[in-house]
């Protein structure tokens, strides 16, 4: 009984907090806007104003924030899991770098500018790239331990940005297309970015829900999961395809944001235990408040403009980064 009740408090908790970080970003940016305007906003007991109009817009790139956040939060969670790996994330499995490639192909040699038509492409090259990835770590002795597979993606990120640049360089509109995507933004995202990628994103959060007593039984070992009648191999296959689900989509309409995925994930194990019941939420609670965070970082470092929040998160998540390799436990290379 003590348990459940901690477990409600912690998820009331968070989503508090989620609450408190989105008020955040309806609030803050080249124009500051009050919280008691934007609460009479919200409300509707100011509508028509400048600040009501500087509010709404603000409403669409708060609530992708909160999906995307929480997406690539539990989209590290499922590839921590599926691999047992600590520093498994889209960013350095070469996910995020495997989906840029397949779009800028798109716009260079299908003409595609819209990231409406962008999804399927970076659900694609994400899921191509992350199978080549974990294939490549896998190869000789010890099999895909944790300095292997990022080695492995670091590689295979760089040879795919080399292509990348290939394509684009010798296109000046599609380098122009390409690259206020290619860093990582939620600034100019709508109300139709969130209901393309909604579905996507639903699938990804059914399967790593319904996943989850597959995942934490996989956590104890493969044999001990095999022994409780678990299909380690069509869990690991279905958490891949959520991960990359999560991923890609959040890819497609924001560009490749990097470390939410590997931050989140270890932070919330340190704050409440390696159970995943508590995990999965927690990690989209935990992505979607650092996600708005960074977003609101970005907008008031840079203003009067902004610093996209994919250089904010990267500044945040690198030195985690090293901190993680640091500490894993590797046998062999």
Known sequence: MNKKINVILILAGGIAVVLVCALLSLSFGSRIVPFDQVFDVLTGRDQGSFVSEVVKARIPRTVFGMLAGGALGLSGVLMQSVTRNPIADPSILGVNTGAALFVVCGIAFFNINLPQQYIWLALIGGGVTSIFVYALASLGNGGATTIKLALSGAAVSIVLSSMVSTVMLPKS???EEYRFWQIGSIGGTGWTDILTSAPYLGIGFLIALVLIPSLNC???GDEMAANLG????????????????LCGATTAFAGPIGFIGLVVPHFMRLLIGPDLKK????SLIGGACLLLLSDVIGRLAGSPGELEVGIVTAFVG????????????????
């Open 173 to 175: 509109r599609v380098m």
């Open 218 to 220: 996989m956590a104890l």
């Open 230 to 245: 678990v299909n380690t191999k069509l869990v690991r296959g279905l958490g891949a395809l959520a991960g990359v689900l």
């Open 279 to 282: 995990i999965v939420p927690m």
């Open 318 to 333: 690198a030195p985690c980064f090293l901190l993680v390799v640091r500490k894993a436990k590797v046998s062999v290379l």
